[in-house]
């Protein structure tokens, strides 16, 4: 095995408790009705195709992408649109929402559901990008940034790295660490599919310590595949934020307020792989993913291969239940994942995982003076001052947060974690950055 | 089923916690005071205990009545400013001004800025400046440290100098730093602790063993430490190479007076030191040269107090000045 490799500065580890690990992911049968968004993507949304009553197929196109940065919407399952309705999805918001009444299971004709594992590919590089845009993908990593524009490189630009995220670094999720388990083969066909999408030939997969067993399986499986190698990883969170992986695994730091492509480098996260395998080989759009169900109290965490739009209480059903002194459902992981408001919220394409807390584990630690520590400071992966940013943003002094570069916040959480005195630092540097962020945006208005 | 928790993530927090970090300090001192309670005997003892009382028993006294704020005193950090305050007088000290020096940390030192956190200098330094200067005939009488424990009489023990001040004097008369030498302890017993001074300060030793324990539980970091013995080797050693007549070696600074106490458990107090690692290093930078410069030239035999209570004033500006690497930070390309 290589050294391991990590990022600078910063970064925390907190206790991991992959619950689900060790659980083969099961398919989840579709759910009696279905919620599906008609944005899950980040962007703009999608324009709705279908009207009450229409009858849909799964795999059927319901929602086009129009805008640059928009995404298609496919139905995940089989039945008449029941409306189109504002319903609750996991950003907690009521959003315009495509409900469908299933019946039966029915998939529109063409696509493979075989588990034959196709190698060759035929497509062209364009012709790859238009179908990854056909087929809905997203980052499945939990941003949800449409997939193909991150193939298309900028005139003036190019790439040289294509680098898979298989890090993980959210404690209790573990569908990526399965999927690379049991998809192996065909994560590393969508790793070559996307290489030749990008025009690169060389394609790093970074995976964390933690997971020896996909770092062997994987690492094995890519000696059969050019320009395809696998990077342990040491353990620290945020390793999965794409800026840090970048610098982890290549050494290059991304510029403030630029993107990947400033430093040559592309990430796409293992779920996308394997979603762009089975769009590019099989035909299939993003309809269902991986979601890990998981908490201390719920007797059975799982792994599922559940219909994009089930809603969550469908999941905690097939893991044994809900448990009694569930205090908060958390849409992600615990660090960066979203607090959910409903049961009722469905599945999109970002959601990773669902974590339940019990009351006593959802309670926040009491706040204190802050004791100018620093530790906030030290693990600031992005090399800011979160307890100045906190100070800036608490007195509206957003002029002086935008100097002290507020805007660099990848709202990892890592401050408030470590926070001796539980300061809530990332509750008041988000809200600086959204002063900040308005400010910006009417600047450019002038 | 209850209603749902909704807050904004990160959804876990560490295991760290301000009454951690405090006692985590107070354990560190716990060989340090068994070392004072030695050579000093119920007279450390005595110094320790009302120390402590008193700084617990300002701090809720104002919390509760002039702040009227939730009560604070568990938080660990007034039991830190009483050991520390104890570590930083002699072991014959009249309880009265014991307490003011508490009254004073407590008060003026911590309590007027707001509580912890607030403070911009080192409470514990605070009051024991305020004691050097308001009381400075009790303040510089030390007791003789005996080889033996012994329950040692509180009002007549044998005082005697410190080895600081033995130097200070001596190279007054004209005296030479080998001529000196030769009326101190060795550096065996000045490591151990078997030398004139306030509690805290004699047994490097001790101090180390308690240093050590913060650094593998994260409460103190190298930077100020490795910049303020770097700045006092490399000052001390350079002035020692220009005349070891008239200057002591750095060896000799290592081990005396309150510089290991100083180093690790009061030029690291988080509250009044700077943020940044790059801004410690210049914190322990100062403090180093304003040490040396006080013990060699200053009108006082020893630095420490004043140097860290300086370099506390600095402090804000310092952290305006150097701040951490951003990630992604622009490289100006010459």
């Excluded at chain 1, 995976?207 to 399986?217: G, L």
């Excluded at chain 2, 700084?55 to 104002?62: D, G, H, S």
């Excluded at chain 2, 012994?150 to 005296?175: E, F, H, R, S, V």
């Excluded at chain 2, 994260?218 to 008239?246: N, Q």
Aim: proline share 6%.
């Amino acid at each position: 095995m290589s050294i391991l490799k990590t990022f600078k500065p910063g970064g925390v580890n907190p206790a991991e408790n992959k619950l689900s690990a060790n659980r083969p992911i099961e398919i989840l049968n579709p759910p009696g009705q279905a919620f599906i968004p008609i944005n899950q993507n980040l962007g703009a949304p999608a324009i709705p195709l279908v009207q009450k009553g229409d009858e849909v197929k799964v795999g059927q196109l319901i929602a086009r992408g129009e805008a640059f940065i928009s995404s298609n919407v496919h139905s995940s399952v089989s039945g008449k649109v029941l409306k189109i309705d504002n319903v609750v999805d996991p950003s907690g918001y009521k959003r315009p929402t495509i409900v469908i009444n299933v019946e039966g299971d029915e998939w529109v004709p063409g696509i493979d559901r075989s588990s034959e594992i196709k190698k060759l590919v035929t497509l062209s590089q364009k012709e790859i990008i238009e179908k990854i845009k056909e087929m809905g993908i997203v980052g499945l990593g939990g941003a949800a940034f449409p997939s193909h524009v991150k193939l298309m490189v900028p005139d003036g630009k190019k790439a040289e790295f294509l680098l898979i995220n298989g890090v993980e670094c959210e404690p209790f999720l573990t569908s990526d660490h399965r999927l690379m388990l049991e998809k192996g083969e065909e994560i590393l066909i969508g790793t070559s599919i996307l290489m030749k999408g990008l025009g690169v030939d060389k394609a790093i997969i970074g995976i964390e310590n933690n997971k020896p067993d996909a770092i062997d399986h994987l690492s094995g499986l890519a000696e059969n595949y050019d320009g395809i190698k696998v990077q342990p990883l040491k353990v620290k969170y945020p390793q999965g934020g794409e800026k840090q992986l970048i610098k982890a695994i290549i050494n290059r730091e991304v510029p403030s307020g630029k993107l990947p492509i400033e430093v040559e480098a592309v990430v796409h996260n293992v779920g996308t792989a394997y979603a762009v395998y089975e769009a590019i080989q099989k035909n299939k759009p993003l309809i269902e993913r991986v979601v890990t169900v998981t908490g201390r109290y719920l007797s059975k965490p799982s792994n599922f291969l559940a219909r994009i739009g089930t809603p969550i209480s469908d999941l905690f059903e097939k893991a044994s239940g809900l448990p009694e002194n569930t205090g908060k459902i958390i849409g992600g992981g615990p660090m960066m994942g979203k607090a959910l408001i409903s049961t009722e919220t469905p599945v999109v394409k970002g959601t990773s995982g669902i974590l339940l807390f019990s009351e006593e584990e959802a309670s926040r630690v009491p706040v204190k003076n802050c004791i100018r520590c620093g530790r906030c400071i030290k693990v600031c992966p992005m090399g800011l001052e979160p307890v100045l940013l906190a100070q800036l943003s608490e007195r509206e002094m957003y002029t002086q947060a935008e100097l002290e570069n507020v805007m660099d916040c990848i709202e990892c959480g890592s401050c408030h974690y470590t926070c001796p005195s539980g300061r809530p630092l990332l509750d008041y540097i988000r809200l600086g950055k959204s002063k900040v962020g308005q400010i910006i945006r009417n600047r450019g208005k002038k | 089923m209850n209603m749902l928790i909704v807050s904004g993530s990160p959804h876990i927090h560490g295991d760290t916690s301000v009454k951690k970090i405090m006692y985590g300090v107070v354990y560190a001192m716990i060989p340090a005071m068994l070392v004072s309670v030695y050579f000093f005997g119920l007279g450390a003892l005595r110094v320790l205990a009302i120390s402590i009382l008193a700084c617990l028993l300002f701090e809720w006294v104002i919390q509760k009545y002039l702040i009227k704020g939730p009560l604070t005193i568990n938080d660990g950090s007034a039991l830190v400013t009483g050991v520390l305050l104890a570590f930083n007088v002699p072991s014959n000290l009249p309880i009265w001004i014991l307490i003011i020096g508490a009254f004073v940390s407590i008060g003026i030192g911590k309590m007027s800025f707001g509580g912890l956190g607030k403070n911009p200098f080192n409470p514990a330094l605070v009051g024991r400046v305020f004691l050097l200067i308001s009381f400075p005939v009790q303040m510089t009488s030390w007791p003789v440290p005996k080889l033996l424990f012994g329950c040692q009489a509180l009002t007549d023990a044998i005082t005697g100098p410190t080895p600081l001040g033995i130097l200070k004097g001596g190279l007054k008369m004209g005296k030479t730093v080998q001529e000196l030498m030769t009326e101190m302890p060795s550096y065996v017993q000045e490591l151990l602790g078997n030398q004139g001074g306030s509690l805290g300060e004699v047994s490097a030793i001790a101090l180390i063993i308690g240093a050590i324990y913060m650094f593998v539980r994260k409460i103190i970091t190298w930077e100020v430490p490795v910049a303020y013995f770097g700045s006092v080797v490399v000052f001390t050693g350079i002035l020692w190479l220009i005349d070891p007549m008239l200057y002591v070696n750095p060896a000799f600074h290592l081990v005396t007076g309150g510089l290991m106490l100083g180093v690790f458990y009061m030029a690291t107090d988080m509250v009044s030191t700077p943020l940044s690692s790059k801004g410690m290093l210049i914190f322990g930078l100062g403090c180093g040269i304003l040490t040396v410069v006080i013990r060699v030239w200053g009108a006082y035999p020893e630095g420490v107090s004043f140097a860290i209570l300086i370099m506390n004033a600095f402090a804000p500006l310092i952290n305006m000045g150097f701040k951490p690497k951003r990630f992604g930070e622009k490289v100006i390309e010459a």
